[in-house]
C-alpha cells in the first residue's frame, strides 16, 4: 500500500526525484536541483507559498548586496 505524503516538502522532493530519474541525472551536488533540495529539508516553512516567499525575500537581499 502506498503512503499517503502530506506535507508539501514530501511532494517536492518527490517531483524533484522524478525529474532527475526521467533526466537520468544523479542525486549529487550535480543535480541542477541540488540546493533547492537542501533549501527545502532546511526550511522553517509550513507551507510552499510561505517557502517561496522566504526564498525570493533572501534572493532580493543577495541582489542588493551583489557589488
Avoid at 30 to 37: G, I, R, V
Avoid at 44 to 61: R, W
Wanted: charged share 35%.
Amino acid at each position: 500500500m502506498k503512503e499517503k505524503i502530506t506535507s508539501w516538502q514530501d511532494r517536492r522532493v518527490n517531483a524533484i526525484n522524478r525529474w532527475s530519474k526521467r533526466k537520468g541525472i544523479p542525486c549529487s551536488d550535480l543535480n541542477p536541483y541540488f540546493d533547492e533540495y537542501d533549501a527545502i529539508l532546511n526550511s522553517p516553512a509550513k507551507t510552499k507559498k510561505q517557502y517561496k516567499g522566504e526564498k525570493m525575500t533572501k534572493e532580493a537581499k543577495e541582489m542588493v548586496n551583489y557589488p
